[in-house]
């Protein structure tokens, strides 16, 4: 079901699209009190330290001498980089690992796992079978209960969100309150 090779993670973030929380599952060794799942808050993560530290690469980004016409093209792409490498400072301070200031290593690999589209499909059997060959070796019995749980509970919760979202568009759609029009049906012609 998945390619086992890129269950070796040590911590692996499980990203809801249209949640306010994800799960983090640190299955480090080294782990004071062993593997753990835990269920993180996005506002935990994007505080004020994020936005300042955010603000400030970018700075440093948008006000180098050196920056050409061409450089400035790809000043989106370096700040998706940058807000993604400070997404993942946070959480990992929040997991309680210390890395020093100027590493970008997060003292592991890190992997992520969004549950969107077909994931979201799976039952709680294949949910199962899916986090068995991801996790099997590095958790407990006890800890793939807990995981499996909160994953299913969060799998639930998107997809309530996702259909509340559908509803809305379409409300607004035949409300008009959606903009000033939609073509629902276009006729190309002969």
């Known amino acids: 079901m998945f390619d086992s090779d890129r269950g070796n993670a040590d911590i692996t973030l499980c990203i809801f699209p249209h949640l306010r929380e ?21 506002s935990n993560i994007l505080g004020e330290d994020f936005y300042s530290k955010v603000e400030q690469d970018f700075s440093k980004l948008i006000r180098r001498h050196d920056v ?15 807000v993604r490498a400070n997404s993942l400072k946070r959480i990992i301070a929040e997991l309680g690992i210390n890395v020093s200031e100027g590493s970008n290593d997060p003292g592991g690999t890190v992997g992520v796992l969004f549950f ?10 294949q949910l199962r079978e899916a986090t068995s060959e991801l996790f099997g070796e590095k958790l407990s019995p006890v800890v793939m209960d807990q995981l499996n749980e909160q994953l299913f509970e969060l799998m639930e919760k998107e997809r309530k969100s996702i259909q509340d979202i559908t509803q809305q568009d379409l409300a607004g ?4 309150k959606s903009g ?11």
């Not at 050409?68 to 940058?82: D, S």
């Not at 000033?180 to 002969?190: C, D, F, K, L, Q």
């Open 173 to 176: 759609l035949i409300s008009g």
């Open 22 to 42: 994800f799960i983090a599952i640190d299955a480090r060794g080294s782990r004071p009190s062993g593997p753990a799942v835990l269920n993180l808050s996005i």
């Open 180 to 190: 000033p029009y939609a073509t629902i049906w276009e006729s190309r012609g002969n």
């Open 116 to 125: 969107a589209g077909s994931l979201l499909a799976f039952g709680i059997d």
């Open 68 to 82: 050409g016409f061409l450089e400035l093209m790809g000043i989106p792409q370096q700040v998706e980089a940058v």
